[in-house]
């Protein structure tokens, strides 16, 4: 089971961008997609066949796991996330600090 997957809200803990939330958009292996984070500017030639501009866009660039953490709404921060099994055998995610569970 990954902890930290698609639609999670997530918090940069190291880099540029270190302080700053966003969604996840996409899990690639071990990087992320996470909207608005690690912004890079791409030149972009001209493709008039698919009715694309040329010039320079900004885009969103993977971003490593280890570098981001689960927020946690309650605490107000990043938090460490683990796995649980409940009594009817689902396996959930849960924070580290306060045992509270992530998956609904």
Not at 75 to 84: F, L, M, T
């Amino acid at each position: 089971m990954r902890k930290i997957k698609k639609n999670d809200d997530v918090i940069v803990i190291a880099g540029k961008d270190k302080g700053n939330r966003g969604n996840v958009l996409r899990v690639l292996g071990d990087y992320l997609l996470v909207d608005g984070i690690n912004k890079v500017k791409k030149h972009q030639k001209p493709n008039p066949v698919k009715g694309v501009a040329g010039g320079i866009i900004e885009k969103e660039s993977k971003i490593h796991i280890s570098n981001v953490a689960l927020f946690n709404a309650a605490a107000n921060k990043g938090d460490r996330v683990g796995i649980k099994t409940l009594e009817d055998g689902r396996r959930v995610r849960v924070f580290k600090s306060n045992g509270e569970v992530v998956d609904a």
